[in-house]
């Protein structure tokens, strides 16, 4: 089976975010970029695929994604067997324009299974899954917690989570596209020497991309940053000066009686 993993480099979340001069969007000049968290998951499941029988993982991501280099030499250090930059891209395609290039290269490669991330934090309509099977062709599957070889050869056995802890069991004819939102495990670590080994064996691969088309037709007039409501009061003195100062404030709003 070849399973291929889209990746995408997303702003790091913990890091403090600008507004671009016009507030169109962030500015990402210094801004550092991880792995997107849904597609760390979703590689994680292409690895425990591959482990429980006959499969090869493909990482691939976009030249438009900032330091995406760091995360396909992650990818390789946790068991994927290559890794692949896709040059061309343009500078940050949507959703829909990121869909159109992946089906046009994964037309050319072929895929058995495609699993990416359900979402990303920057993208405005988590729709890369079904974007992605609906421009190849294939069926797709989002919200996935698990997939795992078929009953009969040629299918997957997939489990889709729904609101309200619900969830069903699906079988899936290959090739399809899956959305992953969880792994059946915590992604796995990869040592920065293993990272650097990568790095020195050079195993990223280069392929270029046809430049997209059209685009999602969405489009941000304007962010605005959090406003700033209240300051927190820090209480200071002893436990029991504390705690009667907590009841006086309590007490003052209704939130307590006597």
Do not use: C
Request: aromatic content about 4%; proline content about 6%; glycine content about 10%.
């Amino acid at each position: 089976m070849r399973i291929v993993v889209p990746m995408k480099a997303v702003p790091d979340l913990v890091e403090e975010i600008e507004l671009t001069s016009d507030g169109s969007g962030i500015d990402r000049e210094y801004l550092k970029f991880v792995l997107n968290e849904w597609d760390d998951q979703a590689l994680e499941e292409a690895l425990l695929v591959k482990e429980a029988g006959d499969a090869e993982v493909i990482a691939v991501g976009l030249d438009s994604d900032p330091d995406i280099e760091q995360a396909l030499y992650a990818a390789l250090a946790k068991g994927a067997d290559k890794a692949v930059k896709l040059t061309g891209a343009g500078e940050a395609p949507d959703t829909h324009a990121r869909a159109e290039m992946l089906a046009g290269w994964l037309g050319d490669q072929g895929a058995d299974l495609v699993i990416t991330g359900v979402q990303s934090p920057d993208d405005l309509d988590g729709q890369l899954p079904p974007a992605l099977g609906a421009r190849m062709g294939l069926p797709h599957v989002s919200v996935v917690t698990s997939i795992e070889a078929g009953a009969d050869a040629g299918t997957v056995r997939v489990r889709q989570e729904f609101s309200g802890g619900r969830s069903t069991e699906l079988s899936v004819t290959l090739p399809a596209v899956v959305g992953l939102q969880a792994a059946r495990q915590s992604p796995r670590y990869a040592p920065i020497s293993r990272i650097r080994q990568m790095m020195q064996a050079g195993g990223i691969e280069e392929a270029p991309l046809s430049p997209a088309s059209g685009t999602s037709g969405l489009r941000v007039r304007r962010m605005y940053a959090p406003e700033s409501t209240g300051h927190a009061e820090m209480l200071t003195g002893s436990p029991d000066e504390v705690a009667a100062k907590i009841v006086e404030l309590l007490s003052a709003r209704g939130l307590v009686k006597g």
